[in-house]
């Protein structure tokens, strides 16, 4: 099932929900088909004392109404199952891959030496604050993400203040921007990646949570998470953390299928069909649930776009104009709740820089021990 686009190659996939919605839809169809059949029999019955050919025509509405009853059922019945079959396909297809890289990982956890060994980080301000209008869609909140470029900020905060005297954040995370196995003094690295996943406690994660308190962030105030690749770890990591209150997270290409959204967050994962990276994180969970599934294969990006051009923040930014444009009906929602969100306000913008505190001196220590049992 497609969501007509009218950019890029194809059409937006909302995976599973496209089935189970149309089932829903099938069977309030019946209900009223049901209500209009016991409308016939009662016309029916008063029509024969004083129009037969009437009730005769009446008679031949109600057994289409009827059959068209059970039809809209049958339909809506077979699509329920059809919905659960692709997930489960989908859920047996991943967990083949889920094991292998869950074994992978739990092997870099032991390699010895201090590889892959998270430890205490910090964050500090980038530049001077400035000023910055509402994201007024999708599209906006792709290209404030910050590029995965290890000289440049990892953090984007942006502070809205609303007439209420209320105040909500929006916090941008970058992607993996060092794939050295040793802890560097840059936390968006593959030791991030590799603890994020396994345990929850990505360094990458605690220097977004510094950023924001240090931008002002306090108990109480909402808010939406946004991050690319590793970045999607940041930002469902502080959606999942317990001590934040995000009514709206939103991810681009992100590891994140095994984790599910707090009961109050709409969780927007944006997937290329042929990046591997959303494939790392497991089945895409359970129909039915708050999370939105938006699946496209990645349109052309220019060379030079990285090693993995379907995972290029490049693709996604045209795949969020692309959600920009569509009518289908949750991702109007989305782009209202955003709205709704920032008030459209202007929001004054900090950008922060991440650093991992030296680790004590000592003897090596071994990985970071046994894993968890959490995991992508």
Known sequence: MTISVSTGGGGLVVAIEE?????????????????????????????????????????????????????????????????????????AAMA????????????????????FEEGAVEAAPAGAPFRASAPAGFAALAVRIPASDPAAPQVRVERYA???????????????????????????????????????????????????????????????????SQGGLVATGIATSGLI???????????TRQVKAPAGTLDIAVEHTDDVVPLTGGSLGVPGDRRVVVRE??????????????????GYQQTAQAMDESADARLV????????????????????????????EGPPAIGSGAPSAGGW
């Open 162 to 228: 609303q007439d209420d005297g209320t105040v909500r954040w929006v916090v941008y995370s970058a992607g993996t921007s060092s794939w050295n196995p040793v802890p560097g003094a840059n936390p968006w690295d593959l030791t991030a990646d590799v603890s994020g996943v396994e345990a929850g406690r990505a360094g990458s994660t605690a220097a977004t949570m510094a950023a924001l308190a240090q931008a002002g962030w306090r108990p109480g105030d909402e808010v939406l998470p946004v991050g690319h």
């Open 19 to 91: 089935l189970l919605e149309s089932g829903r839809r099938l069977t309030a169809l019946a209900v009223r088909a049901d209500a209009a059949y016991d409308g016939a029999c009662t016309a029916i019955l008063e029509a024969q004392a004083v129009a037969r050919p009437t009730a005769w025509w009446l008679f031949l509405v109600k057994e289409r109404l009827g059959s068209f009853a059970s039809d809209a059922r049958r339909l809506a019945g077979e699509l329920s199952t059809a919905a659960d079959a692709y997930a489960a396909a989908e859920r």
């Open 297 to 314: 294969a990645a349109p052309p990006v220019p060379a030079g776009s990285g090693g993995l051009p379907a995972h290029s923040m490049v």
């Open 96 to 115: 083949v891959q889920h094991a292998y890289m869950q074994r992978w990982y739990d092997g870099l956890l032991l390699v010895p030496g201090r590889a």
């Open 245 to 255: 209150a995000a009514p709206m997270l939103v991810t681009f290409g992100s590891p």
């Open 333 to 360: 929602s989305a782009r209202t709740r955003l709205a709704r969100f920032t008030g459209g306000k202007d929001a004054e913008v900090t950008l922060w820089k991440g650093k991992r505190v030296p680790a004590p």
